[in-house]
């Protein structure tokens, strides 16, 4: 990330807008992210991509614009302008990866959007703090889609050495990316 923008899909995002608090997004200055997009054809669930405490869930509303390659071009704005909701989940201070914030952004024919931990058909609009935080695994549903759209994973400094995947398709359970100094090959090497 550079500086408080956040690239999603060849455009310059604001990072607080994205995450939906200002303060939040400074934590994640000089930072990782990566965007999943989810065609109508993808599983439309979201797992959790770290083992932690869901701690807040941020609610904003908007608009339903398709996220797909015309909306993106023809939609000044469009992942701020849509409807968000932000997952923080705070990790184990011995796993080193921080806290981890995942933004679901909705699209066109996305009516809802369900978190673990809330029971309500749609996120209601606002901040939803958990108390007490929701234990959940690495790999365990934290969110759902009412049909397709695309998510936005933001990551502290220092926590993603590479990225593992490259562009084009990921499925469930395939790490997204090595962690700062982590052992990637069992020898000790990157």
Known sequence: MDGRAFVV???????????????????????????VYLSPRDYHRVHSPVAGRIVTVRSMLGDYYPVNAIGVRHVDNLFVRNRRVAIVIDTPKESGLGRVTVVMVAA??????????????????????????LEVARGEEIGIFRLGSTAVLFFEPGVVDR???????????QPLAAPGG???DGKGTR
Request: glycine share 14%.
């Open 108 to 133: 066109m024919v996305v009516g809802r959007i369900t978190v673990s931990g809330l029971d309500a058909r749609d996120v209601p609009e606002g901040v939803h703090a958990y108390e007490p935080p």
């Open 9 to 35: 899909k060849g455009r310059p995002y604001r990072v607080d807008e994205l995450v939906g608090d200002p303060a939040e997004a400074e934590r994640y200055e000089g930072g990782a992210g990566c965007v």
């Open 163 to 173: 990225w593992l995947v490259e562009e084009g398709p990921v499925r469930f359970g």
């Open 182 to 184: 982590a052992r990637v």
